[in-house]
């Protein structure tokens, strides 16, 4: 399991012991410390090219969500109503 830190407690419970001993989890750090840059990059992607962040959101508004959401995953949840449906693929 990889990027899912209440999945990986979950799986230390006693409950989930069996299943928590098959299942190897790996932290990824991939935006630790960037989230500013990957929230930046998220509403490039989705826009029009050549459109300035800051017609979009507001540099006090792109530094809340970066200091509270913590994972790409809650990054992409809150950005994801709120522009339409666009994430770009990871591929």
Same mark, same amino acid.
């Given at each position: +399991? &990889?990027?899912?830190?209440k999945l990986k407690n979950d799986l230390r419970r006693?409950? +989930?012991?069996?299943?928590g001993y098959r299942a190897t989890v790996?932290? =990824?750090?991939?935006? =630790?410390?960037?989230?500013r840059e990957y929230i930046e990059w998220l509403v490039s992607e989705c826009t029009v090219s050549d459109t300035p962040i800051g017609e979009i959101l507001e540099a006090e508004?792109?530094?809340? =969500? &970066?200091?509270a959401l913590l994972t790409p =995953?809650?990054?992409e949840q809150?950005?994801?109503?709120?522009f339409g449906?666009?994430?770009?693929s990871r591929g």
């Open positions: +399991m &990889a990027g899912h830190p006693p409950t +989930m012991e069996e299943i790996f932290s =990824l750090e991939g935006i =630790l410390g960037n989230h508004a792109i530094e809340l =969500l &970066a200091t =995953l809650q990054v809150h950005y994801d109503p709120s449906g666009c994430i770009p």
